[in-house]
C-alpha cells in the first residue's frame, strides 16, 4: 500500500511532466488548483485535458485580453493548445493572402486558356475556393493549436443533432427571398457587373458535365470553405476574444467585401450574420454549412431550371410581391427562435474539462 507521501510525489512528477510538455507554467503559491483571491488563472484538469481559467492565459507565449471569455484547453497527448485565435488584425491578413492566392490561381489558369469555357471556370472556382482554408490551417499549424477545435468541426452541442441541422437549412432556404429582394433594391442605386455564372449558362452553352461541376462549386464547394474559414475559424475563435457581437460583424462585413459586388453586400452581410448565430449557438459550422449549402443550391437549382428550359432568366428589375418577402421574413425569426430554444445547453452537452463558450 502506498503512504500519503509516495501519492504526492507521484502526482508531483505527472505535474512537472504536463507543465513541460505542454510549455504551461503553473502559478505560483501553495496551492495550484485554487487561488484565494479569485483574480489569478486557475489550472484544472479533467479528462485528457486540462483547463486555463482567468482573465488572463499564458500558452506558448501567446496571450488573449482580459475582455476573454473562453478558457485554455491543452491536450495531455498531443500538448496542443485549443484557444482563442485569431485575433481581429491576424483574420484580415490572413484573408488578404488567401484574396493573393485566389488571384494568382486565375491568372494561372486565365494562362492555360481553361477560363475561356464553362468547364475550366467551373473547376477554377471549385479549387479556388479551397484557399481559404487552406490558408487557415498553414496558420493554426503554425501557431500549434488543435485543428478539429479551432475550425469548429465537432458535433453540433445540442440535444437533437439533427434538428438543429435541420432548421439551419430551414434558415438558408428562408434567406433566399429576402436576400433577392434587397439586392434588386439596391441595384438600381450602385454600379454593378454582370453575372458570370448567369453569362456562362445563356450564353456559354455548356456541357451537363460542366454543369454538373459548376453546381458542386458554387453549391457545396463554396459554402463548405466558407464557413470553415469564415464562420469556423475566423468568427469562432474571435468572438472567444472580443465577444460574439464584435466577432459577427467584423468577419459579416470583410466577407460581403471580398465578394465584390456592390448590389450584394447588404444581403450578404445580413447573409452572414444569421451563419454567424447559427455557428454562436452550437459551437459548430455544421448548421452553418447546411445553411449556406441550401441557400447557394436554391438559386443554381432555380438558374439551371431556366437553363434546361431554353427562356431567358426573369428580369432582376421586375418586383417581388412583399408579400413573400414579408413571409419569408416571419418564418426566419419563427426558426431561428425554434434554433435558439434546440441548442440551449443541457448538462448532457457539457463535458469537464472542455473549453467553454458564451451562448449568445
Not at 513541460?20 to 489550472?43: Q, T
Not at 456592390?262 to 444581403?267: K, R
Not at 452572414?272 to 459548430?284: P, W
Request: with cysteine; glycine share 10%.
Amino acid at each position: 500500500m502506498d503512504s500519503r507521501d509516495d501519492r504526492q510525489d507521484h502526482g508531483s512528477q505527472d505535474d512537472d511532466a504536463f507543465e513541460s510538455s505542454s510549455g504551461l507554467d503553473a502559478p505560483e503559491g501553495p496551492s495550484a488548483g485554487a487561488n484565494d483571491e479569485g483574480d489569478g488563472p486557475s489550472l484544472s484538469a479533467g479528462g485528457a485535458h486540462a483547463s486555463v481559467e482567468g482573465p488572463v492565459g499564458h500558452a506558448s507565449g501567446f496571450e488573449f485580453p482580459r475582455s476573454g471569455i473562453s478558457p485554455i484547453v491543452i491536450d495531455r497527448a498531443t500538448g496542443l493548445v485549443s484557444m482563442p485565435y485569431p485575433t481581429l488584425w491576424v483574420f484580415a491578413g490572413l484573408l488578404a493572402l488567401a484574396v493573393v492566392v485566389q488571384i494568382l490561381f486565375a491568372l494561372f489558369v486565365a494562362g492555360l486558356g481553361w477560363s475561356k469555357d464553362a468547364l475550366g471556370l467551373s473547376i477554377m472556382a471549385l479549387l479556388s475556393s479551397a484557399a481559404w482554408p487552406a490558408v487557415a490551417a498553414l496558420a493554426i499549424r503554425f501557431k500549434k493549436r488543435d485543428m478539429r477545435r479551432s475550425f469548429a468541426v465537432g458535433w453540433l452541442r445540442a440535444d437533437n443533432p439533427w434538428l438543429v441541422v435541420v432548421l439551419g437549412v430551414l434558415a438558408g432556404f428562408l434567406m433566399v427571398l429576402p436576400a433577392a429582394w434587397l439586392e434588386q433594391t439596391i441595384r438600381p442605386h450602385v454600379p454593378h457587373a454582370s453575372n458570370t455564372l448567369l453569362d456562362i449558362l445563356e450564353r456559354g452553352h455548356p456541357s451537363w458535365f460542366a454543369v454538373s461541376i459548376m453546381a458542386l462549386a458554387v453549391s457545396a464547394g463554396a459554402p463548405l470553405s466558407e464557413e470553415l474559414f469564415f464562420r469556423g475559424f475566423a468568427f469562432s475563435g474571435m468572438k472567444r476574444l472580443y465577444g460574439s457581437g464584435i466577432a459577427a460583424f467584423s468577419v459579416s462585413f470583410l466577407f460581403a467585401v471580398v465578394h465584390l459586388s456592390w448590389s450584394a453586400m447588404a444581403p450578404i452581410f445580413l447573409l452572414s450574420l444569421v451563419l454567424c448565430y447559427l455557428v454562436g449557438r452550437a459551437d459548430s459550422i455544421w448548421p452553418s454549412v447546411a445553411a449556406h449549402m441550401t441557400y447557394n443550391g436554391v438559386q443554381m437549382a432555380a438558374w439551371i431550371g431556366v437553363w434546361l428550359k431554353g427562356t431567358k432568366p426573369p428580369s432582376q428589375d421586375e418586383p417581388m410581391p412583399i408579400e413573400a418577402v414579408v413571409l419569408s421574413i416571419l418564418l426566419l425569426g419563427v426558426v431561428l427562435f425554434a434554433y435558439r430554444w434546440a441548442t440551449k445547453p443541457s448538462r448532457s452537452t457539457t463535458a469537464p474539462g472542455t473549453i467553454g463558450s458564451s451562448i449568445s
